[in-house]
């Protein structure tokens, strides 16, 4: 038999299979509670199959949308990190579908049919195509969204068997279409089957290793970084091994005048809301209270000084105090139930 | 440099060959799956806090069992290239592989992968690289210098070779692949290695069988649209000339005959007058006379402007090559490490074997224009006119053009400036000669060129 001439194809990724997108943004919407909008998302994309009329796009509309996605990624960042801390990081996680939907969209409706690269990047934009042909290439966006809308959909809260289920089975949806012609379908399926198992035993031993790791190394925690609640928000430890008290030093001393007959158990922090791992207070309102002029006393309130209440602390090796005075069972119950003892600031709500 | 430069420029090579390494391992869906094991390892690091640990799980049991199940290809081919005799820069190039299976079980889904050498270059060579692209980008990038050393790998490669699929190879069949990419550069291109690869049964990874082929391509300058350059100079006594110009022109004008002299050439007997004489006589001709034009090629590249030099060795090809219209003879001149003439036009080398010349044309840091004024001055008086291409305009420049109008040498002056460069160029010595001073900006030659044409050319003096 003679040769045939083949012509040469760029290896690029091919186009996620039909629906794919759909379950990929369902699974995300179940998980981050934002089903409400992936219906609509889910329509709009799977849409594009359907209907036959493209816009004819060019680069510099493809720029533009693509600038516009990004400074809208950078508002949302600065937004959330503002209002959530660095565990807002899970947060913007779980936006992403948002944030990229436009220039799926534009790319699914466009003719082309593919986003050029040099949309994304803008140091591309300013190489010629000819002698840098980077910069000429074109993606399809859909199957990097299907998995940014899978990694998205891990920062939600449904934390059953099922997550792990769907995730794999979109792989599977996915690894199915471009799967090489050369292999029989039952050895495709058979390591198929292999991986879902090994995925399965490997997620258990990360969690499981994640839970040796923090036994072993909870010490050095409680030294270093849970000396001192933040008021503000904390860390969820759920499921973690609590501490065991196994110092006998004296961490706080209440004085008073009279007989004490507030509660007697220390609350260090209280909040209100929990969400992606973290709890927080909303609403709080602080008054930031100077020290004296020895630097080492805080008075919380004026009063008399014949039914006076002194609470002391050793803060960095050093015996701090601050005073409060009447009426003493008010006092104590703001500092249990508000989370204002916070040092070495000491803060009162107003 | 210090010690973290040297560091650096480890670590970039580090990166480089396990980019490399990647590239060729991985399919585009291999890598959107590592991606995903970055994304998730990221978010995952924290069990409590989400669920990417289990996304990370999945995709790195994916792609570990898409790299086992790489280890083994078995296969016995044969692969050969067909390379064209020469490509142009920036113009597609077309060449075929030929792959035959030798064995006896079919393969399908295979992609082949052909490999222009470019060498890690030195750290020296890294230093000291240029890169005009620098310009546009950022401090960071310019400082840390990857993406320079990146433009200069790419430089040394000459072109990207895209992968080419095929879909199915019989036992003991061959196929043949077409591959076309653009010659970035000209030069020799250097193809090294050619690798056929077979995907996982994932279609993460790939395995590979290497064939070690080693060929280079010879790409010539581009070329442009030039105008004739008609300068006013006489035609010339070429000494010698008969001979050289042995089928062109008026070699073979026959002048008179006289008695033959020891050291006459045979062919120069007129055996008639000799049959009725009893004694030799030979035949005289006429000195030769025509136009021979100089090309003087300025190397010197001060500032290190590669794509200035790129585009006065694009224009000295332009006329070249437009020599073989016309019934003169072409002088390319220009200093290296010697200094080199070469000639074209009439019975002389073809044009095409100018432009290997040019297509091998190194720029020359160390300027030295009295070499090149004396190298010149040592065949002018053969020359009608010099047409100059010139990569500034600076006084040594112009000292250079003064010397050879003292010499009532006609010239026609072509300065490649940078497209951002506003400065109208001062005539100086060619005030008065109209159209003899012309600006050539970077990216724009041909409109430039076809301006010149459309002007008409610029009048005697």
């Given at each position: 038999m003679g040769p045939r001439l083949m012509n040469s194809q760029p290896a690029s990724l091919t186009a996620a299979p039909r629906f794919s997108l759909g379950a990929a943004l369902l699974l995300w919407g179940w998980q981050t509670g934002f089903l409400i909008f992936a219906i609509p998302m889910i329509f709009l994309i799977e849409m594009s199959s359907w209907v036959t009329w493209r816009w004819p796009i060019s680069n510099r509309e493809f720029n533009n949308v693509s600038d516009l996605s990004g400074v809208g990624f950078f508002i949302t960042i600065v937004y959330i990190f503002m209002t959530a801390g660095t565990k807002g990081i899970f947060v913007i996680l779980s936006v992403m579908p948002f944030v990229l939907l436009p220039l799926l969209l534009l790319q699914r409706y466009s003719e082309r049919g593919r986003l050029p690269v040099n949309s994304l990047f803008i140091s591309l934009r300013r190489l010629d195509p000819v002698t840098s042909p980077e910069a000429a290439a074109e993606v399809d966006l859909s199957l990097p969204y299907l998995l940014v809308c899978i990694v998205s959909a891990s920062a939600g809260n449904q934390r059953t068997v099922w997550f792990f289920i769907l995730t794999f089975a979109l792989f599977a949806i996915v690894l199915w279409s471009f799967?090489?012609?050369?292999?029989?379908v039952s050895v495709w399926a058979g390591l198929l089957c292999l991986a879902f198992i090994l995925s399965y035993a490997g997620q258990e031993g990360i969690r499981e290793i994640q839970r040796s790791l923090e036994a072993s190394l909870i010490s050095l925690f409680d030294q270093f970084m849970w000396r001192h609640r933040d008021p503000e928000r904390a860390n969820t430890a759920i499921g973690s091994i609590g501490r065991l008290k196994l110092s006998d030093s004296i961490v706080l001393r209440i004085d008073t005048t009279d007989n004490f007959t507030g509660p007697l158990l220390l609350r260090e922090a209280s909040y209100q809301k929990y969400g992606y791992g973290m709890w927080s207070n909303t609403d709080s309102q602080y008054t930031v209270i100077d020290p004296s002029i020895s630097g080492n006393?805080?008075?919380?309130a004026e009063g008399g000084q014949d039914k006076a209440l002194t609470i002391s602390g050793i803060i960095n090796g050093a015996l701090q105090s601050s005073i409060y005075c009447h009426p003493v069972c008010t006092a104590v119950s703001i500092i249990c139930n508000r989370a204002c003892f916070y040092w070495p600031a000491c803060r009162l709500p107003d | 440099m210090s010690a973290s430069g040297r560091l650096l420029y480890l670590n970039f090579r580090f990166i480089h060959r396990t980019s490399q390494w990647i590239r060729h391992r991985f399919t585009p869906a291999g890598l959107l799956v590592a991606g995903g094991i970055v994304a998730s390892g990221i978010f995952g690091i924290d069990t409590r806090a989400s669920l990417a640990f289990q996304v990370f799980a999945i995709c790195t049991t994916l792609l570990l069992l898409a790299m086992l199940s790489s280890l083994i290809f078995r296969g016995n081919f044969r692969l050969r290239r067909l390379l064209p005799d020469y490509g142009t820069v920036t113009s597609p190039l077309r060449y075929k592989i030929i792959i035959a299976n030798l064995g006896r079980k079919p393969h399908r889904d295979l992609v082949v992968m052909d490999e222009l050498d470019a060498g890690f270059p030195e750290y020296a060579n890294f230093l000291g690289a240029t890169d005009p692209l620098d310009k546009q980008r950022n401090w960071i990038d310019r400082k840390i210098g990857y993406p320079r050393l990146l433009s200069l790998i790419r430089n040394n490669r000459g072109g990207i070779l895209p992968p080419a699929e095929i879909a199915l190879i019989p036992a003991m069949d061959e196929t043949e692949i077409g591959i076309e990419f653009v010659p970035l550069r000209r030069g020799y291109l250097h193809f090294s290695t050619t690798r056929l690869a077979r995907p996982d049964p994932f279609g993460l990874i790939r395995a590979l069988i290497s064939s070690s082929n080693r060929e280079k391509l010879l790409i010539l300058p581009k070329t442009y649209r030039v105008p004739s350059v008609r300068l006013s100079g006489s035609r010339k006594y070429q000494p010698g000339g008969m001979n050289q110009a042995s089928a062109i022109g008026d070699s073979q004008e026959f002048m008179s005959l006289r008695d033959y002299q020891p050291g006459d050439p045979m062919r120069a007997i007129h055996w008639r007058s000799y049959a009725k004489r009893g004694e030799p006589v030979v035949k005289e001709f006429r000195d030769e006379y025509f136009v021979r034009q100089g090309l003087i090629l300025d190397t010197f590249i001060e500032n290190g402007s590669v794509h200035k030099f790129e585009e006065a060795v694009s224009l000295a090809a332009s006329f070249t090559k437009s020599?073989?219209?016309?019934d003169s003879l072409l002088d390319l001149m220009f200093v290296g490490t010697e200094s080199y003439r070469f000639t074209t036009g009439r019975s002389f080398g073809e044009a095409a074997n100018m432009l290997e010349i040019l297509a091998c044309v190194s720029p020359c840091s160390k300027p030295d224009f009295q070499k090149l004024v004396e190298h010149i001055l040592q065949h002018i008086t053969e020359l009608s006119g010099l047409v100059l291409v010139l990569l500034d305009w600076d006084e040594k420049r112009q000292q250079m053009v003064r010397h050879f109008i003292a010499l009532k040498i006609p010239v026609q002056v072509f300065v490649i400036v940078d497209p951002d460069d506003k400065r109208e160029l001062v005539p100086g010595q060619l005030q008065g000669l109209a159209g003899r001073l012309i600006s050539l900006p970077v990216g724009n030659m041909q409109a430039a060129l076809d301006q010149i044409d459309r002007n008409g050319p610029p009048p005697d003096e």
């Open positions: 799967r090489p012609q050369r292999y029989r006393r805080w008075t919380l | 020599i073989g219209d016309q």
